[in-house]
């Protein structure tokens, strides 16, 4: 793993092949070993190790998880929600909303909306009360669309095809 020359004080990481591989092992099972990673990607177990420590400390993973079933958790619908804000701080009331309860994410977005909130609850009458009585009615909120989520399909994320970027 390299730096790119001349880069300021926040030096943009320049990730190789091997860099790569790793990620995208541990973004499919962040509970591989290092033993299991030097040995798929065919490196010594000192410099997957390595690898892995620098690619913590520079910031490109910041951290290991779990992917979460939402509907083992019982919660069996989700929505996206569409949310046009007054004249307040866009911060301010993307942390109040993300701190709702049943909001997984909040999202500043371009064009003629302003944030993109993804809401999961246990059934609809929840999920009605989450958008209405505490998304909707939050001062600063003008308006909201929501779209129920009928089906989701798992794309890849960032890092789980090895050689996908360059």
């Known amino acids: 793993m390299t730096q790119q020359p001349g880069s300021a004080a926040q030096p943009t ?82 942390e109040r909303l993300a701190d709702l309860p049943f909001v997984e994410s909040a999202q500043a977005v371009s064009g003629d909306i302003d944030i993109i909130l993804t809401v999961s609850a246990p059934d609809h009458e929840q999920l009605g009360q989450a958008i209405l009585r505490d998304i909707h009615s939050m001062p600063g909120v003008l308006s909201t669309r929501s779209h129920v989520i009928l089906e989701e399909i798992v794309g890849h994320p960032p890092g789980t095809v090895p050689d996908a970027w360059p």
């Open 13 to 94: 990481p320049v990730l190789d092949s091997v860099d790569r591989h790793l990620i995208a092992l541990l973004s499919h099972d962040a509970r591989l070993s290092i033993r299991a990673l030097a040995t798929e990607v065919h490196i010594s177990r000192t410099s997957a190790h390595t690898r892995v420590q620098n690619l913590v400390q520079m910031g490109v993973i910041t951290g290991f998880g779990a992917r979460i079933d939402r509907k083992a958790l019982g919660l069996h619908v989700s929505a996206i929600v569409v949310v046009k804000i007054g004249a307040v701080s866009w911060s301010e009331i993307a």
